[in-house]
Nanobody
Framework: QVRLVESGGGLVQAGESLRLSCVAS????????MGWYRQAPGKQRELVAG???????NYADSVKGRFTISRGSAKNMVYLQMNSLKAEDTAVYYC?????????WGQGTQVTVSS
């Protein structure tokens, strides 16, 4: 089992920045991949940024150049630096970990960007 806890969401104005954090606990040695997803009202959950099992990163086209995913030295933490935020970035952001064939999710953190 893996438990994920996100933090760092909030209300900001367009153009400002936020940094999200996710800490994993439990069976973290078997985490294959981690990343961030988001879900806006009335929309499907979508990948924002993630680390693959090989350690490479991928980003949604809509956030390339503005968001950066990184990991802590202990590998059980993942961060999402979000710059130049836009109103369309408003969503609940979820941390995700892939453990074997299973996905684990955090409780989500709300990011609201006012225009």
């Amino acid at each position: 089992q893996v438990r994920l806890v996100e933090s760092g969401g909030g209300l900001v104005q367009a153009g400002e920045s936020l940094r999200l954090s996710c800490v994993a606990s439990g069976s973290i040695v078997i985490i294959r991949a981690m990343g961030w997803y988001r879900q806006a009202p009335g929309k499907q959950r979508e990948l924002v940024a993630g680390f693959t099992s090989g350690g490479s990163t991928n980003y949604a086209d809509s956030v390339k150049g503005r968001f950066t995913i990184s990991r802590g030295s202990a590998k059980n933490m993942v961060y999402l630096q979000m710059n130049s935020l836009k109103a369309e970035d408003t969503a609940v952001y979820y941390c995700n970990a892939l453990v074997g064939p299973r996905d684990f999710w955090g409780q989500g953190t709300q990011v609201t960007v006012s225009s």
